[in-house]
């Protein structure tokens, strides 16, 4: 774990491509950090409490401020389960409010109990879920140490409870799952119209440095965000087309043109589910 320097205050660390194990201790999902003016603000809180111990070790080497304000992007499990150590040093965590409904249910409870098998000893029965200690509902701007951040709740796309965290003096975005990286994007069930939107949103921004929920950050905001956008748009019109003149999914997948982005890595792994669960989500969609 190498923290990066995007920018004179934003800094993340990367996890790996890879399902979450003992061996990475479940290190597969990234963590930013911005060093305000008197505070660390930490956004993601990595997915084992060892791990938050690594990254606060490091923001300690870096800044001896003390990490007052966590930011959560989702309440994914690789996201989360960091959560209790940055609790335990006193920080304030904030997550959008429609992160409740996926803490509460039973979904996430029965999640941390094949956790604590499978990521043995990294999760373990010390391990818990935290809830945050504030809910947001709609975009806020809050300056903490003297830096203005942006908190822009930009789902349901990748969940309900999407949030992206912008830094104006900075130009950086900080953007959780929603933005996909120089590959074709997983699209799997998501609502693809809301996800579209969300990108337009994010696209005011004007960011200069994207530093997405997976992968590396990238010094091109805007062409990674417009790759995901445009590929998203195009799977809706083809598939949607194919959906709405009844032609049969496999002969509308052959049918389409994909020399755009037959190119991008995992075009093979992931394209023909993509353009699958598109032309169902288009035939529901029709009206
Ligand atoms: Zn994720």
Not at 113 to 126: C, E, G, I, N
Not at 240 to 256: I, S
Request: hydrophobic share 40%; glycine share 6%.
């Amino acid at each position: 774990m190498v923290p990066q320097q995007m920018s004179a205050h934003c800094w993340y660390v990367q996890g790996l491509s890879a399902l979450g194990s003992p061996k990475n201790q479940n290190f597969i999902s990234n963590a930013g950090f911005v060093v305000t003016g008197d505070s660390v603000v930490v956004i993601d809180a990595l997915g084992s409490p060892a791990l938050a111990e690594r990254l606060l070790a490091e923001i300690r080497k870096i800044t001896p401020k003390p990490v007052k304000t966590v930011i959560l992007t989702h309440y994914h499990a690789d996201h989360v389960y960091g959560l209790q150590v940055f609790k335990d040093q006193g920080a304030h965590i904030i997550a959008q409010q429609l992160g409740r409904e996926y803490l509460y249910a039973q979904t996430a409870a029965l999640r941390l109990q094949a956790s604590r098998t499978d990521l043995a000893p990294w999760v373990d029965d010390k391990t818990h879920l935290v809830p945050a200690d504030e809910w947001i509902d709609g975009r806020q701007e809050r300056t903490i140490g003297g830096m203005s951040f942006v908190l822009q709740p930009v789902g349901p796309a990748h969940t309900p409870e999407d949030l992206a965290i912008y830094l104006p003096a900075d130009k950086v975005l900080y953007s959780g799952d929603l933005v996909f990286r120089s590959r074709i994007p997983y699209v799997g069930e998501a609502d693809s119209r809301n996800w579209i939107a969300s990108l337009d949103k994010l696209l005011t921004f004007g960011a200069e440095v994207v530093i997405p929920g997976h992968g590396e950050a990238s010094h091109e905001a805007r062409k990674d965000m417009e790759l995901t956008r445009s590929y998203l748009i195009y799977l809706r019109k083809t598939m949607g087309q194919a959906a709405q003149d009844m032609v049969p999914f496999d002969q509308a997948y052959k049918d389409t043109d994909w020399t755009d982005w037959e190119a991008l890595p995992l075009f093979k792994a992931a394209n023909r589910m993509n353009a699958y669960n598109t032309y169902l989500l288009m035939e529901h969609e029709k009206p």
